[in-house]
């Protein structure tokens, strides 16, 4: 989700950022071209889950060598960023990509959404443990991230001016216009983003953002939500990241490699035309002429887009996009400003209830519409509600703003009916308040849904005023 943060704040942030990133490099910069230190190089062909920076082994990272690995050769490195701090799990899912194409993958275990000074410290270390140990070609170092991760991979590569390049999956880049890079900049993107992700939109404006800028990006789209790509999307990303060094002139050009390249981008557009998505074939087909201007059949690829875009179904496209463009500007704004409404209200209302019911049920009849771009749009505002509940409650629950968290998991408990979790905090958020009566109905409904674990509930902290109350007892015997 795109910040809020007013132009003060954000002065206040980016000086932060700056000052944070000129100390750790100043650290990373002492090693950074040293060679390999001599260690035993770790397992091939097979992820580590935790390996501990020399410097500091508070902070460590996973790690993956493609089995081809030798330390006589320099090797391009992918630096990975989970909001989660998910580092094997990160990993993991570019795996496949690392050994088909030759690519060392470390993914930080302590780098996650909240604090921006941990994130940037942890992403040193690893840089800087990554190339004392192994032969990294510094031409060929990218980062890569998913969500509050992607922003990370980002902004290490504005301000650090080192990666030749990033995979951004779901998110874009922080701090808003700000932080996004500047003419002088030479790093490629490739975004990722479902159609079901509530950031969808923020990561289709990139793209003309970024293009504005003269840099080389390209958006690979999916039918997916706010999640980590299938492996075969990454694959892809990678594939693009080694034909970009190869038009750069970083690596020797591979022209069979180039020549099939264009061969599956081309049958991708005309996949996309034969599926009626003429908007997306378009953009494949400009992609098309900017990645391969000199392959022998590109005349007939410009034939191609100028009598797509002549089309009356092209316009169709085109114009059913800029629409769904901007209602669904309108609802996000007009449900975000609500949601915050109900946050501060003294009490969740029986009037602010009825409006969410009706709000949700009608995206959810949406989302059963035949009109596919309808459906994405629905998907992705259900979405951004989901997410943003379930961060207010958690958030509002460790703040001890018991009355917030009610707000954020009744809502919650609409999105998502048959959740577990979600009647259980909201339970907890009640009890919290001590409304026992709400939070008995709450804790019965969890139960029903299938809450079985006796132990979680009677050592819960939240419910230590009804130890004693029959009703909440009753409830402890249904449980295992």
């Known amino acids: 989700m795109k910040s809020g943060m007013n132009l003060q704040f954000k002065i206040r942030t980016l000086i932060h950022i700056f000052f944070l990133l000129t100390i750790n490099l100043a650290l990373y910069s002492q ?244 599926n009626g998505k003429w908007f997306e074939a378009a953009k494949q087909y400009r992609y098309l002429l900017r990645d391969f201007p000199n392959q022998p059949d590109i005349d007939q690829v410009r034939v191609r887009l100028d009598s797509i875009e002549k089309t009356n179904v092209y316009r169709k496209d085109e114009r059913s996009w800029n629409s769904i463009r901007t209602k669904e500007l309108s609802l996000s704004k007009t449900l975000m400003g609500s949601m915050y409404d109900a946050f501060l209200a003294e009490t969740f209302t029986d009037s602010i209830k009825v409006w969410w019911k009706g709000e949700i049920s009608s995206l959810k009849r949406v989302e059963r519409s035949q009109d596919a771009e309808k459906r994405y749009m629905a998907a992705r505002l259900l979405n951004l509600l989901t997410i943003q509940c379930m961060e207010e409650g958690r958030n509002s629950l460790n703040n001890n703003n018991y009355q917030k968290a009610v707000a954020a998991y009744q809502i919650l408990t609409m999105l998502q009916p048959d959740n577990v979790s979600s009647f259980y905090n909201l339970s907890r958020a009640y009890a919290f308040r001590n409304l026992k009566n709400e939070s008995i109905v709450a804790m019965a409904m969890a139960i029903k849904l299938g809450f079985k674990n006796r132990a979680i509930l009677e050592n819960d902290t939240a419910f230590l005023n009804f130890k004693n109350d029959r009703d909440y007892k009753m409830l402890l015997n249904k449980l295992q």
């Open 31 to 274: 090693n950074s071209l040293h060679a390999v230190n001599g260690s035993a190089i770790p397992v091939k062909g097979t992820i580590i889950d935790t390996v501990k920076c020399k410097k500091n082994p508070d902070f460590s990272y996973a790690l993956y060598l493609p089995e081809g690995y030798n330390d006589a050769l320099k090797w391009p490195v992918i630096y990975i960023f989970d909001p989660g701090a998910r580092g094997s799990m990160a990993v993991t899912s570019f795996k496949r990509a690392a050994e088909h194409y030759g690519y060392i993958v470390a993914g930080s275990n302590d780098s996650r959404n909240g604090s921006l000074s941990n994130s940037i410290e942890a992403a040193n270390y690893m840089f800087d443990d990554v190339e004392n140990r192994f032969r990294i070609d510094l031409k060929r170092i990218y980062a890569a991230g998913f969500s509050g991760g992607s922003r990370i991979a980002a902004l290490m590569a504005v301000t650090t001016h080192r990666f030749a390049g990033v995979i951004g999956c779901g998110a874009g880049f922080p701090g808003g216009i700000e932080l996004l890079p500047g003419d002088s900049d030479s790093f490629v993107y490739i975004g990722v983003a479902g159609k079901k992700d509530m950031n969808y939109l923020e990561m289709s404006d990139l793209e003309q953002e970024l293009n504005s800028h003269k840099m080389v990006v390209r958006l690979i789209t999916t039918d997916a939500g706010h999640s980590w790509p299938d492996p075969e999307i990454l694959d892809n990303a990678v594939s693009w990241l080694e034909l970009q060094a190869m038009i750069k002139g970083i690596i020797p050009v591979d022209q069979a490699y180039i020549d099939n390249q264009f061969k599956d981008q081309t049958e991708q557009a005309v996949k996309m035309g034969m």
